[in-house]
């Protein structure tokens, strides 16, 4: 069984959870030299997505898929099915945003 709402809720809480990441990480990376001083939630939103766009901002949303798409199925047996619909769901995407979403 394919779970449309899992897979919406991903897409849309899925820049939240990278920016949840580069927060937390921050710390250990300014210990090397090579991280990123962000102040909070939002300025972590606005200076990826205006060093990286769209693509910076849905990083990690092929795991966060699979996890809830494997989470949410209703048995272990269908979990190829749902991989298969996933991987044409996240392929599908990710050619449309090749094509639309030209960097500069």
Not at 17 to 22: G, S
Not at 27 to 47: A, I, M, P, Q
Not at 67 to 85: A, D, E, G
Request: glycine residues 10%; proline residues 2%.
């Amino acid at each position: 069984m394919f779970s449309g709402a899992a897979m919406c809720a991903v897409t849309f809480t899925n820049p939240l959870d990278m920016a949840r990441t580069r927060l937390q990480l921050q710390g250990e990376l300014g210990l090397r030299g090579d991280g990123k001083t962000y102040r909070n939630v939002w300025h972590c939103l606005y200076s990826v997505a205006k060093q990286e766009g769209l693509r910076g901002l849905q990083k990690g949303l092929v795991s966060g898929g699979l996890y809830q798409q494997c989470s949410s199925s209703s048995s272990k047996k269908h979990i190829t099915m749902v991989l298969l619909q996933v991987w044409v769901i996240l392929i599908s995407a990710h050619l449309f945003f090749l094509r639309n979403c030209r960097l500069p």
